[in-house]
């Protein structure tokens, strides 16, 4: 019998550095979206709470509290958020670029299992960002639970 004690896998939360970590990287990254050319006319209506509300969502998605589902919005109000922006192909992958660019300035760690799975959950979240912008009606129900991020692989193909 193999009496060895499995170890502790981190969550994706607990490897980044917890919810000051994500907070310090959202609200240089809205920063910096301010003054980026592309980016700044998309997020001109944006409200004082957007750093920290899209810091506590990604952190909820990574095995984080559930601050943001219990106390700012739901996975369904993230998606209407997006509805009738219009956002082109352009926007994201700035949006991408800039993102990622400001968890080197800010610090996250940069190990290649920790960026594989943070690059894949923002290059799924903001492709479907591009895609309910553009939809009229989306078909999630009210109280669908939130993502669930982690070390692992895709849950299959895309289903429209
Ligand atoms: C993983 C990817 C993404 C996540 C998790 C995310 C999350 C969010 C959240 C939580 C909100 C609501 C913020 C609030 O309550 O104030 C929001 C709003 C918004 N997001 Fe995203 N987003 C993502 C990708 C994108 C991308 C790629 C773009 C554009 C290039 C975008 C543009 C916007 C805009 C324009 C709003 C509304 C801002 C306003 O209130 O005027 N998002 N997003």
Same mark, same amino acid.
């Given at each position: 019998m193999n009496t060895t004690p499995k170890a502790v896998v981190p969550t994706l939360y607990e490897w980044a550095g917890g919810m000051e970590k994500f907070e310090a990287w959202t609200d240089l990254f809205y920063q910096r979206v301010k003054e980026d050319a592309v980016l700044a006319p998309v997020f001109a209506g944006m409200s004082a709470d957007h750093a920290r509300h899209v810091a506590h969502f990604i952190a909820e998605v990574f095995h984080g509290p559930a601050k943001y #589902?219990?106390?700012? $919005?739901?996975?369904?109000?993230m998606i209407h958020h997006h509805l009738g922006k219009h956002l082109t192909e352009g926007q994201r992958q700035r949006w991408i670029g800039l993102i990622l660019d400001t968890a080197d300035v800010i610090g996250l760690p940069d190990d290649p299992e920790f960026r594989s799975a943070l690059v894949g959950y923002l290059e799924w979240g903001s492709r479907l960002a591009v895609i309910n912008s553009k939809a009229g009606v989306v078909s999630e129900q009210v109280d669908a639970t939130m993502? #669930?991020?982690?070390? $692992?692989?895709?849950?299959?193909?895309?289903?429209?």
């Open positions: #589902s219990t106390e700012e $919005g739901s996975h369904y109000e993502p #669930s991020w982690g070390w $692992g692989e895709t849950g299959g193909p895309y289903i429209p």
